[in-house]
Structure formats: C-alpha cells, structure tokens
C-alpha cells in the first residue's frame, strides 16, 4: 500500500510543480542540476524536477535505494558517492537508459548482482571504488555494455567470476587496485581486449602467469605494485608492445625479470622500487630502448655491472636510494651514451667514493648523493667542485643535495663536504705506493706522511691534489699563443715519469707518489692549462684523433686552479658531447 501512496504523491508534486527545489539542494533548472551535496538526506528526494540531466546526492546518509532514482529518467550522471549505501536493490537503475556516469563510490555496497545495474545500457562510467563489495555475480555487468571505466578499487574482491567481463567490449580503464585478489585474474583479462589502464596494486598476487595478459595488445598503463609477486613468466608481456608504464614496486623480486621486460620496447616508465633485487646484471634492462625513468629505490642492491644500463640510451632519471648495501659503482656506469640523463639520485647507500667518470654531469641537472659514507679524499676532490662552483654558475644547471653530504671518514667525521677548505682533501700517496707498501711498513710511513702533510701543506692551500686514476690518462695542453692552429688542445700521452706537479722532492724515495695538481709547465714554449683524459675505451686509437675538448677561455692561469674571470670560477673548457671519453678536470 505505501508505495501506491508514495508515488501517488510524487506524481502529483510533479504535476503540480515540476522544479520544487528542496531548502537542502541547489537546483539549476536552465542547467537541469541539482545537487544536494550534504544535505543530510536519507533518502532521495522525489520532489526535484524530473528532466534533471545531473543529479550529486553525494555525502547524505542515504542507506538504500529505491524506485525513486527511476524518476529522473532523463539523467546522465548520478553522483551517489560517499553514502552509506549497502546495497543497490534490485533493477532501481531500469528507468536510467541516458545515464553515462554512475557514482557509488564509498558507500558500504556489498555485493552487485546480475540485477542491481540492469537498464544502464549507456553507462560509460561506473566508480564502485571503496565500498565492502565480496560477491560479484557473474552476468553483473550483462546490460552495462557501453562501460569504458570500471572502478573496485577498494573492496574485499578475492577472485572475479571467470565471466564477469565477458559483456565489456569497450572497457578502457580496468581499477581493481586494493582488494583481495590472490591470483591474476586471467580468464577475465582475456576478455578485454581494449584494455588501456590496468590497475591491480595492493592484492596478493604471487605471480605473473604467461597467459593472464596475453590479449591486452592495447594496454599502456600497468600497474602491480603492492602484491607479493616473486616471478614473472619470461612471457608475460610479450603481447604488451605499447605498454609505457610498469609499476611493480613492493614486490618479492629477487632478481630483475629481464627475459619479461625485454618484450616492453616502448617503456618508458619502469618502477621497481622496494623489492629484494641483490645485482644488477649486465644488460638487466635488455631492449629498453626508450625507458626514461628507472626507480630501483630501496632495494638491497649490491653489486650494478658496468654494462646494466648499457641499453637504457634514452634514460632521464634513475633512482637508486636507500640501496644500503651498495658499496660501489662501476666506473662508467652512467657514463657513456646517456645523454638524456638529467637526474641521478643515490641518496643513503653505502657509497664511499664516487667517480666523475661514473656520471654525465655535464648533462644532469639533479645529482643527489647525500647520505652516503663518502671518504673525504682527494677522490672527491671534483664533487667538492662541482658543490662550490655551483653557486657560481647558473643555479639551474645543476642541483646538488649538497648539505646532506657529509663525511664519514675519521678524520672530517659528519662535517659537510661543502665546509671543507679546498685544500684539505688530501692523498698523500699514490695507489701504487699503497699497493706496494706491506702492512709492516706502515709504522715507518706514518713518520713519513707526517713529515709530508707537513712539507705540502703550504701549497695545498692554494693547490688541490689530484689523485690519479688507475686507468691510462692523456694530458691535455693548450699553447698560449693566439695563433689558431696552434691554440688547439694537444693531447700527449703522460708517460710513467710524467709528474702533474714539480716533485716535492724525493723524500725517502716516496716522491714519485705525488700527484697534485699539474702546474704544467714541461718546457717552455706549453702553458700550464691542462687536464686529464681518462681514454680507457681508446687505448689505441691515435691521440691526435681524439679531440676531447676545446680550451674555451683563452687565458690559461698558472696562479689559480681555474680561472678567475669578473670575479666568478669559470669552467673554462666545454667539450662536445658527442665525443665519449670523459675528461677530468682538475
Ligand atoms: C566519485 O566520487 C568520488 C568522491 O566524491 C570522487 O573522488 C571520484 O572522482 C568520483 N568518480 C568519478 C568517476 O567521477
Ligand atoms: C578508482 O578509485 C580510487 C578511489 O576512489 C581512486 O583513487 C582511483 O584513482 C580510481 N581509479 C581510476 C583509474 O580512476
Ligand atoms: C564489510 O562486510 C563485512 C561482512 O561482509 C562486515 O563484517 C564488515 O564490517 C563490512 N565493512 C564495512 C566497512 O562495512
Ligand atoms: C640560466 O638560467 C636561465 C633560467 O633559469 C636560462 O633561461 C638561461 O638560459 C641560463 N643561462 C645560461 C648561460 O645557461
Ligand atoms: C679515497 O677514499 C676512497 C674510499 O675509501 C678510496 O677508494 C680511494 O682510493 C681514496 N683515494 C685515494 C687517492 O687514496
């Protein structure tokens, strides 16, 4: 009887006035709107004008719907969300054939019957994010067929009927992020075709089968993180040739899946941050060609080949953080054909020392390295550089988390690099000297190196010591007259004997170990502006061919490290970016 009466008056309320607006809502007639946004409804309200086109009822106390939804046949949205609906009801929605977007999003639904959205023949878009949803029947999406955007984000999902999207032939954006789901949902997957989003984060699924994405030939967006998944089949992505992003993050991967991933030749957004990854190996990202952006953050990486990035050429931004077990990088790990690195982050590994030779800089305009146990010696002698200069220089080219690097070394303990004069960064010894010195001696050296810190320690004021890579090195000099021809770079092999600086005498005979800054001068007629070419990759090709760089100031300076000019340290060399062997500056 009361629903004979109840709709009795509603016919009437709609004959008499067809836009009585309620006190609690906001109506637009010219606009067909109404919205009655906290409007503390129960129920919803039958009074509004029925030709409404957009009706929000979100965040009232609504618990149930009823037929009265049917009224507003004429409606495209339904903004229901933030309720406390637990159910839909049975075929409430049969009179909505216009409606394009419905909105049930945190309510407390519970289940979705083949019932509940019948009549929704044009609903495009459908958000059931957070709600309690366990039970899907399995033709619940049977009359929904226009659906492009489907959303069960947040709910107790544990499996999906094997039908269940068998009627979506237009499914674009697939959300099942935050539910259950304790394996790929495969069956279903190969039903969507169209697929251009897919978000399964925080489930539990354990494993990529090689059949769950074997149709999704239009996907491009892919997103697992958050599950428990510890093997990819090598497989798995075979099909997913337009696939741009890959999240994986938080994951149980002990190793990079390097066969799967080999199959993604477009992607460019790879994350795979907080896993259990232990190496890089050698080419670990075969075949991405055109990945730009790499998050191996908080990882328990160790060990990185050398070559891991080598086929990476397009790489932008790389993020190796908080990997504490990282101790060191191979010398050019970054080095080389990078040139769209912009951004390289190792912020709290256990780095030591760092190389110039193992990153672009020339190109980054990000370098991040605070955090790391860094000895502060003269190996660090260029980063100290690069953190003083870079005030002087334009601030965008390069930003460097300079108060965060801090030694932690015995002797400058948590002082900040930046603080350090420039001349404290010592090496009082060559490498083949400590190779060569047995545990025995060092009790003789300490006397030694006392007397040494001693005698050098005037000129390091003025002079940074270099030390020198154990790799074979050129020296690079300009002649100081104006002639062209002439004043370009000479590169001369440095020859065993070849000393940067004058030798501070042969003090026990551990002279020859001295490497400070070259203060060229071997004869007369070469100026001392200089630096060292690191050309391990060019062992034998002529030097004359090699051309590092250009002298770009044309003073060279023998008082002062760099040459000062207007005041400012200028950096007074550019070289092509085309030509790979770096140069170290000194
Ligand atoms: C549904 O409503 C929620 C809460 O108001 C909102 O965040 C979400 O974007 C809406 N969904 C769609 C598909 O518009
Ligand atoms: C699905 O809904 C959740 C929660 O409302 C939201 O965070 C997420 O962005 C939505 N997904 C898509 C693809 O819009
Ligand atoms: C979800 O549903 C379960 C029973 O199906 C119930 O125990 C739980 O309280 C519900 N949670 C919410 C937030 O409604
Ligand atoms: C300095 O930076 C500004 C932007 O901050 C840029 O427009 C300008 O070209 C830069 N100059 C040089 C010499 O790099
Ligand atoms: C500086 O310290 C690092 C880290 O201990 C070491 O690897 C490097 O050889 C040192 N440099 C020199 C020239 O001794």
Known sequence: MAPVIILFVITLTTVISSDLCPASCRCEDEHLRASCVFASLDVVPYQLNPEIHHLDLSNNRIASLQHEVGLYNNLVSLDLSSNIIHTLGYENFQWLENLITLNVSNNAVRNITKKSLKGLISLRNLDLSNNNITDLEEQSFHSTNKLEYLNLSGNSLMSLPEGLLNNLPSIIILDLSRNSLLEMPSSNLLLTPTLINLNLANNLIET??????????????????????????????????????????????????????????VLSILILSKNRLVALESLAFRKLLELQYLDLRGCRIRTIDGRAFTDNVN????????????????PKVLYGSYQNLRTVSLRHCSLSTLQPTQFPLDHLTTFRVGGNPLVCNCSVQWLWNVIHTDGHRNVSHLNVDSSDILCADEEFYSKPLIALSEGALKCRMSSLYLSLSAVGCLVATGTILGLIAYVTRGKRQKRPSYSPPNRPELLVYVEPNNDTAKNQPRLIPRKEEDLYDIPHGKTNGIAEGFYEAPYCNRNNSIEGVYAVADVTDLRDAPPEELGLYRMHSPKPSRTRRLPVSNGDYNYDYEYRPSQKPHVVFV
């Open 315 to 330: 790489l932008e931004t790389i993020y190796l953080d908080g990997n504490r077990e990282l101790e060191e990088l191979p």
């Open 208 to 265: 990529i089968p090689p059949d769950s994405l074997s149709t999704l030939s239009s996907l491009k967006h892919l997103n697992l993180a958050n599950n428990l998944i510890k093997s990819i089949a090598d497989n798995a992505f075979q099909r997913l040739k337009i696939l741009t992003y890959l999240n994986l993050e938080e994951n149980r991967l002990s190793e990079i899946p390097t066969p799967a991933l080999s199959n993604l030749n």
